[in-house]
């Protein structure tokens, strides 16, 4: 690759990581001119659908993957703004399908972008009772409906995530659930196409 072609070069400089190019790039007066920071790689991407319901009742679409050599990446990735783009398989143009900031992100770890929120998913959650046990415990029951609208055999898998604060544990649950760290509780629901499930569960917290 000669010096008229050749893209950023990155080097680990001290706890920093330095992202050169070794050329001269002219920029005219009012002009906008985008330089390719990687080369185009291919990787196996993984669509996550996630309802937190602190967060409203909308259901996020986000993309993930890994950025390892295995995945054909694996490069230290520079804070910014990623767009993501998606072939039209009807006139082969690129829509854009969101945009989203990632931090900076060493080799071997994930990455993970939201896309927006997921127009034919619904998600609803109501809390159906309240009982103040001690001077400062509570239990809460709440049931969650999931709603999938999409078209025949666009089956999903949902994560829903609860977080919680204190000092607090499930005490029933009606499909299982896993803790995955101190503060937040989490069931991955399938819901077929046109079809709905409900999930109900009672908590204790302090």
């Known amino acids: 690759m000669d010096g008229a072609s050749k893209g950023f070069e990155e080097k680990s400089f001290f706890e920093y990581h330095l992202y050169t190019l070794p050329r001269r790039v002219d920029i005219l007066d009012k002009q906008v001119k985008q330089i390719r920071l990687i080369d185009p790689a291919t990787t196996e991407v993984n669509k996550k659908y996630i309802y937190e319901p602190s967060r409203g009742n909308d259901v996020q679409v ?7 050599e295995s995945a054909n990446l694996g490069m230290p990735l520079p804070a910014g703004l990623v767009r993501m783009y998606k072939v039209d398989p009807d006139d082969d143009t690129m829509q854009l399908i969101g945009e989203d900031r990632i931090d900076h992100t060493p080799r071997d770890e994930k990455v993970s972008l939201k896309t927006g929120n997921a127009f034919d998913l619904v998600a ?11 001077s400062n415990i509570r239990e809460n029951s709440y049931e969650i409906e999931l709603r999938n609208r999409k078209e025949d055999d666009d089956n999903v898998e949902i994560v829903v995530r ?9 005490l029933s649950e009606s499909l299982p659930g896993e803790k995955t760290d101190a503060w937040t509780y989490e069931w991955t629901i399938p819901v077929n196409a046109g079809k709905k499930v409900k999930i109900s569960y009672t908590v204790r917290q302090r």
């Open 62 to 68: 986000k993309l993930e993957f890994e950025n390892s």
């Open 124 to 134: 609803e959650r109501k809390q159906m009772s309240s009982n103040r046990i001690g």
């Open 162 to 170: 609860e977080r919680f604060y204190g000092d607090w544990e499930i």
